[in-house]
């Protein structure tokens, strides 16, 4: 992970009102297992939403259900406990829900083939 390069922005306006949350995960993150990293994170916690492909360097995480959770615990395993993955950056945003239809953990992906 390239430690001098990685900004991370955590926009937390109305944080107390807010229980889900986007997270942006930029960088060189294809075929090293951080989908399924982040989704065993998601489980071990009980939370719900998805990860989603968005192009070849990034994903979109929503997380739902973060009452009981830190969001940075979160951020700070995906920026620390992978280190062969360079990531350029995250994003994280509060939202109202990421879906109702989320009653699990859903992985959405995209072939770039």
């Known amino acids: 992970m390239l430690e001098g390069n990685l900004k991370i922005e955590i926009n937390c306006e109305g944080e107390d009102e807010m229980s889900s949350y986007f ?3 930029k960088g060189v993150i294809r075929g090293f297992g951080l989908k399924g990293f982040i989704y065993e994170k998601m489980r071990m916690r009980r939370l719900h ?3 989603e492909d968005i192009d070849s ?9 973060t009452d009981h959770v830190n969001i940075n615990e979160i951020v700070n395993e995906i920026k620390n406990e992978m280190p062969y993955i360079i990531i350029s950056n995250i994003d994280v945003f509060p939202v109202d829900s990421c879906n109702p239809r989320y009653s699990d953990i859903d992985i959405i ?5």
């Not at 992906?109 to 083939?113: L, M, P, V």
């Open 49 to 51: 939403g998805f990860i």
């Open 57 to 65: 360097d990034e994903i979109l995480v929503c997380i739902e259900n």
């Open 109 to 113: 992906e995209k072939d770039y083939g």
């Open 23 to 25: 997270i942006l995960v």
